[in-house]
């Protein structure tokens, strides 16, 4: 199984910083890698696909980057809509595999 | 809009069945793929299973094989999961998951808000 070793599990930033989370495959997972956002009460959305194409719908001030195995998920410029949890996911092989998640406060 | 909506989760006794059922409406549902993924109480998200467009290929999670089956019913637009010989490691949220395509890849694109399943005695 493809191991995803995600960092930081948490962290706190204030309104507008620039907040960086990372994923790291235990094997190359070429592209097949998307991040998703999970608020309390409401489904899972997502917001990158195939590492770095923002889904439809998603602000721009998301963006995701990587290759192989390292990933990375970017928020420019942090909001209060954007506390909660973030994961990402490879789905290169089965089984799917997802990081460990990272919560997102906001100072 | 794409909508998942699951239900049948509940309290179940060790050992018994239960059946989760994925209601799903604003696409083909015929045409995608679809999972279920669970997140027990406090943990991480595992995926359990995977079901191609047409119910022809289906993967498991070591976890649940041979325990648990995902099923669809193209006609009710619907994702089944009847899960067996229930644990208190099958405690847990299920959530089922469209799949969406990009490339040679098969995402989970959305998701339902999923449905509770508790294994007590």
């Known amino acids: 199984d493809i191991q995803m070793t995600q960092s930081p599990s948490s962290l706190s930033a204030s309104v507008g910083d620039r907040v960086t989370i990372t994923c790291r495959a235990s094997q190359g997972i070429s592209n097949y890698l998307t991040w998703f956002q999970q608020k309390p009460g409401k489904a899972f959305k997502s917001l990158i696909y195939?590492?770095?194409n923002l889904q439809s719908g998603v602000p721009s001030k998301f963006s995701g980057s990587g290759s192989g195995t390292d990933f990375t998920l970017t928020i420019s410029s942090l909001q209060p809509e954007d506390s909660g949890t973030y994961f990402c996911q490879q789905y290169h092989s089965y089984p799917l595999t997802f990081g460990g998640g990272t919560k997102v406060e906001i100072k | 809009q794409v909508q998942l909506v699951e239900s049948g989760g509940g309290v179940v006794q060790p050992g018994r069945s239960l059946r989760l059922s994925c209601a799903a409406s604003g696409f083909t549902f015929s045409s995608y793929g679809m999972h279920w993924v669970r997140q027990a109480p406090g943990k991480g998200l595992e995926w359990v299973a995977v079901?191609?467009?047409?119910?022809?290929?289906?993967f498991y999670a070591d976890s649940v094989k041979g325990r648990f089956t995902i099923s669809r019913d193209q006609s009710k637009n619907t994702l089944y999961l009847q899960m067996n010989s229930l644990s208190a490691e099958d405690a847990a949220v299920y959530y089922c998951?469209?799949?969406?395509?990009?490339?040679?890849?098969?995402?989970?694109?959305?998701w339902g808000q999923g449905t509770l399943v508790s294994v007590s005695s």
């Open positions: 079901i191609s467009h047409d119910g022809g290929n289906k």
């Open positions: 195939a590492a770095s």
């Open positions: 998951a469209k799949e969406e395509y990009y490339g040679s890849g098969g995402y989970l694109g959305y």
